[in-house]
């Protein structure tokens, strides 16, 4: 077999469980931000970041598109998705998300299977195949490392009662699954992804500043955000002792002292994105927890942005890729989201100020879960 080329061309994806998908979404027109799931699917700037990953892997070659989804995503980064993230559900008493959860899983389990073989036959066929292979599996690492930061905060702040930390399910799905991983691959010359030990560097403090992000922008979000309670912040300093107290704890609690004063923070601009993973630049260097990363590459006389060394690398290799990402600010400056004011560009996501967004102390999500937990409460006795 002759080495492998790269290749653009579309790939169509595995389909989804479709019976599930549609129970989502009759349930998810119960839940403010979740009433139309279509039609914010294809506007609200956060889920440009899953879209344009999917969207990148289904128009590579289809043997990257196999790396990127088989084996980087599938078998490398899936375990982080499902696994901690079904036992917090389960933890938490959300019993459907963990039936859709074990169901998911099954399907996860072959095709991780499938990933490895595949990936190892491309290694067999020649030995011009492993850098290619190589580039793939750091590219495709990273691209879903990005991606699973939405995960991580999720794990850390979303839910009621937590069962782990983000910290500890990298240590164990990544750096001790997957170093096991790699170091079943080096026989073929294949070495642990690049910039993973950027990732490892990240895991106490990645989930804290999506967070933070997030609670700047919520008002241009289809959720509520929160400061998280006396209890919460505790936990949070128990899991990361080595950074939490220092650099994250104080800004939450200025923050909360601004909203108890009726001064709750919103930011009202609007952020420069990641020309690749597509994230707001809010995450700090490596080695400096205390200064944003940011990279930039020129290309065609034009200036391109990147939160990472990661993501420069990816865009640097093909840029003709990337010069074409569709990046939600920009379009929102180009006149194509409705208007130039937050009201129109709301109206064009299709969320509904005040109901879908903004905090969630005094929101109709929080009257309706302190009204479950009082029935709940009530049955119990």
Not at 29 to 47: E, S
Not at 56 to 77: C, N, R
Not at 232 to 238: A, F, G, H, K, R
Request: proline content about 6%; hydrophobic content about 40%.
């Amino acid at each position: 077999m002759a080495p492998l080329e790269i290749r653009h061309r579309s790939v169509r994806p595995i389909s989804a469980k479709h019976a599930q998908a549609s129970r989502f979404l009759q349930q998810s027109q119960f839940f403010d931000g979740l009433q139309d799931p279509r039609h914010m699917f294809d506007r609200v700037w956060y889920l440009s970041v899953p879209k344009s990953f999917f969207e990148d892997a289904m128009t590579a070659g289809p043997f990257e598109f196999l790396t990127a989804i088989s084996f980087s995503f599938e078998y490398v980064l899936t375990n982080l998705l499902f696994v901690p993230f079904m036992s917090g559900a389960a933890y938490n008493g959300d019993m459907a998300t963990v039936t859709f959860g074990f169901s998911a899983q099954s399907d996860e389990s072959r095709h991780m299977t499938l990933g490895l073989e595949i990936i190892k036959f491309m290694l067999e066929q020649d030995p011009d195949n492993v850098p290619i292979v190589q580039r793939w599996i750091d590219k495709w690492f990273w691209r879903g490392y990005r991606l699973l930061s939405l995960v991580a905060m999720m794990m850390d702040y979303m839910l009621p009662k937590r069962v782990m930390s983000w910290a500890e399910a990298w240590g164990i799905y990544f750096e001790e699954a997957g170093g096991a991983l790699f170091e079943d691959l080096a026989r073929y010359g294949i070495t642990t992804p690049k910039y993973a030990d950027v990732a490892s560097k990240e895991k106490d403090r990645l989930t804290h500043e999506v967070w933070s992000t997030f609670y700047n922008y919520t008002h241009a979000a289809a959720f509520h955000t929160w400061i998280p309670n006396d209890d919460e912040l505790d936990w949070l300093s128990e899991k990361y002792p080595e950074t939490f107290d220092q650099l994250y704890r104080p800004r939450f609690e200025h923050w909360r002292a601004l909203q108890q004063k009726g001064e709750r923070f919103y930011n009202n601009s609007l952020p420069q994105l990641c020309n690749v993973c597509q994230i707001p630049m809010v995450f700090t260097e490596p080695d400096d927890p205390t200064k944003l990363c940011l990279r930039s590459s020129e290309h065609g006389g034009e200036k391109y942005h990147f939160c990472s060394d990661g993501c420069k690398d990816i865009f640097d290799f093909e840029p003709k890729k990337y010069i074409q990402s569709w990046l939600p600010v920009h379009q929102i400056y180009q006149g194509n989201c409705g208007g130039s004011t937050m009201p129109e560009v709301l109206d064009w996501y299709g969320i509904k100020n005040g109901a879908d967004n903004l905090d969630y102390e005094g929101s109709p999500d929080q009257a309706v879960w302190n009204e479950w937990t009082k029935s709940a409460h009530k049955a119990v006795g």
